[in-house]
């Protein structure tokens, strides 16, 4: 059974480019959330889907936006991108809404 | 306040002993608490979760859930070495959704 697969793996990119992470959840998991994990903040959540849903958000300025497709794959999109947006980007899924999460293994973003 | 509070540690345990790890949380109306494992360099994993007041017991370890007095609790038994990790207690709140993390307890096991 595949787990949470996160591309790509690194980013490096330029201050004021924008930027698109992609998320495939465990097959039948329907709730995917987003996490920014940074060595001072620890995890902090960014946003969760159910159903195609945006159920959350977390206190992220506008420029974080996401979405869930109805195959349950998610993206999320950073424009206008900081160098304090450097960061692991995770994402997470789980069966249902109640149930602990299985992460990726993230997305390295660095901003340059 | 923060919502998920945790003692960011380090704590050193000998190889043997009993860790115990705290998490105190502000939400009343929180549902379901989890507890996550993250070794450095990698994913956090889920490693037990706990719904009910009173005590979940899964080979070595044990979660504690008091929501009198908002209260979750990791006791690691016959600590090893390869528990040496961070972490983390999680909170979903009402209705199941957002589940928020508390910063993490480095875990060191010495042999």
């Known amino acids: 059974k595949a787990g949470v697969t996160q591309t790509p793996r690194y980013l490096i990119k330029t201050r004021g480019q924008q930027v698109t992470l992609s998320c495939s959840p465990i097959s039948g998991h329907r709730s995917v959330s987003w996490y920014q994990q940074t060595p001072g903040q620890g995890l902090q959540f960014l946003f969760e889907?159910?159903?195609?849903?945006?159920?959350n958000k977390g206190n992220f300025p506008g420029r974080f936006s996401g979405r869930q497709f109805s195959n349950s794959r998610s993206e999320m999109n950073v424009s206008t991108l900081e160098l304090g947006d450097s960061a692991l980007y995770l994402c997470?899924?789980?069966?249902?809404?109640?149930?602990?999460?299985?992460f990726g293994s993230g997305t390295r973003l660095t901003v340059v | 306040q923060k919502e998920v509070e945790q003692n960011s540690g380090p704590l050193s345990v000998p190889e043997g002993a009993i860790a115990s790890l705290n998490c105190t949380y502000s939400d009343r109306g929180s549902q379901s608490f989890f507890w996550y494992r993250q070794y450095s360099g990698k994913s956090p994993e889920l490693i037990m979760f706990?719904?009910?007041?009173g005590d979940k017991e899964d080979g070595r370890f044990t979660a504690q859930l008091n929501k009198a007095s908002q209260y979750v609790s990791l006791l690691i038994r016959d600590s090893q070495p390869s528990d040496s990790a961070t972490y983390l207690c999680?909170?979903?709140?009402?209705?199941?959704?957002?589940?928020?993390f508390g910063a993490g307890t480095r875990l060191f096991v010495k042999a």
């Open positions: 706990i719904y009910s007041n």
């Open positions: 889907y159910f159903s195609e849903t945006q159920r």
């Open positions: 999680a909170v979903k709140g009402p209705g199941g959704f957002k589940t928020i």
């Open positions: 997470a899924s789980s069966l249902e809404v109640r149930d602990g999460y299985t």
